[in-house]
């Protein structure tokens, strides 16, 4: 069994350098997002997706090439960023950084600590992992999850979690026991 974590392609606030996490106002994908979701190649027999609209539209464009339905599981949504999500990633990139090497840490305004965001993810899919055993899933997300799923660290501990680049339409792909 393996499980195919995809981040979602390219949104309108990937381009206008706006810090996403869970903001109703980050919108979908653009045309360059589209495109990258149709070129995406990855099979599986689950397809699990990320409420937020740009996972959403992400997971349908697989969806349509693979013939899956779209799962959709709200446990697997960026990390919540209070005051910090609208505003422009340069302005705020020390205070993200800091949440990442200190993952007990709440951002401003409200939200969830990566430590927080951590045990969501790896909650959830240990759920569904166990749900779709011996089933190929993919998981269309976002990068925090993404980081947070495959990190050898634990944030829990107050490890701090390196912030690695996760690009937009990257699949990595983990088995259980791994990441899950």
């Given at each position: 069994m393996a499980v195919h974590l995809v981040r979602h392609g390219q949104s309108?606030?990937?381009?206008?350098?706006?810090?996403?996490?869970?903001?109703?106002?980050?919108g979908s994908l653009t045309a360059a997002g589209r495109?990258?979701?149709a070129a995406l190649d990855v099979t599986g027999t689950v397809l699990v997706s990320s409420d937020l609209p740009r996972a959403r539209e992400t997971a349908e464009i697989i969806a349509a090439r693979l013939g899956l339905p779209v799962?959709?599981?709200?446990?697997?949504?960026?990390?919540?960023?209070?005051?910090?999500?609208?505003?422009?990633?340069a302005e705020v990139q020390p205070v993200i950084d800091g949440l990442?090497?200190?993952?007990?840490?709440?951002?401003?305004?409200g939200g969830e600590s990566v430590a927080d965001l951590h045990l969501r993810v790896r909650r959830t899919l240990g759920r569904l992992a166990a749900r779709h055993a011996g089933e190929e899933l993919v998981v269309v997300t976002h990068g925090g999850p993404i980081r947070v799923a495959t990190t050898g660290v634990d944030p829990v501990s107050g490890s701090a979690v390196p912030r690695v680049a996760v690009g937009n339409a990257a699949v990595i792909t983990?088995?259980?026991?791994?990441a899950v």
């Open positions: 309108a606030w990937n381009v206008a350098g706006r810090v996403q996490g869970q903001s109703p106002r980050a495109a990258q979701a799962l959709v599981d709200a446990g697997l949504r960026e990390q919540r960023l209070g005051a910090l999500e609208g505003r422009r990633f990442w090497a200190h993952p007990l840490r709440l951002p401003p305004g983990v088995r259980p026991g791994a």
